[in-house]
């Protein structure tokens, strides 16, 4: 099939986290998932479906996170938004290690310095964006199907991030009632 011009693409009109929900297997069928959507997909992607209807629920992340991370914003739902740009960045920002606006070294990846974090009673489970193009991130399917096989043997608050080298977004989940905020 052609979809404007571009041999073997196969256009789908649906919500995202709908249609990763009903199709993405352990198959090797899709390389990577361009999460181009305004919500997190791995958090939503996991209450969606690997967690629908446990006991696992949204929790907030904790406040003294925020305080690690300069330009740290909080959501409406108690998720965290990281980023080290205090600037806009390019739209095609090739992720290197010196910043093209400031000159500043990004010498750690995001996604690094928040799977080393060590929060009591937490535990962080990271998925790296890796740069596919310039300004266009993603990560390999097989990365949000082990991320649900790993939350199985977890004991409790979890922090699910999706991180590149600059940006990140960080969601809260717990074992429980769902009454229960962290």
């Known amino acids: 099939m052609r979809i404007d011009g ?3 693409w196969t256009r789908v009109v649906s919500d995202a986290i709908d249609f990763l929900v009903e199709h993405l297997r352990d198959d090797g069928r899709w390389d990577w998932i ?5 919500v997190h997909v791995a958090f939503h992607w996991l209450m969606a479906g690997p967690l629908a209807g446990s006991a696992w629920r949204p929790a907030a992340v ?7 991370f300069p330009g740290a914003r909080p959501g409406p739902d108690g998720e965290l938004y990281l980023s080290r740009a205090r600037h806009l960045c390019p739209d095609d920002c090739a ?3 010196v910043c093209p606006v400031t000159g500043e070294a990004r ?5 690094q310095e928040l799977a080393a974090l060590h929060l009591p009673g937490y535990e962080i489970r990271v998925i790296a964006s890796r740069q596919l193009a310039p300004g266009v991130g993603g990560y390999p399917p097989s990365r949000l199907l082990d991320l649900a096989r790993d939350l199985g043997g977890a004991p409790g608050n979890v922090l699910i991030a999706t991180a590149c080298r600059c940006h990140g977004v ?3 989940l717990a ?3 769902g009454e229960e905020r962290v």
């Not at 361009?34 to 305004?38: F, N, Q, S």
């Not at 904790?62 to 690690?68: I, N, Q, S, V």
């Open 34 to 38: 361009i999460p181009m959507v305004p």
């Open 95 to 97: 992720e290197p290690e």
């Open 107 to 111: 010498d750690l990846p995001l996604h």
């Open 170 to 172: 960080i969601h809260g």
């Open 175 to 177: 074992l429980g009632s």
């Open 6 to 8: 571009v041999p073997g």
């Open 62 to 68: 904790p406040e003294g996170l925020a305080g690690l």
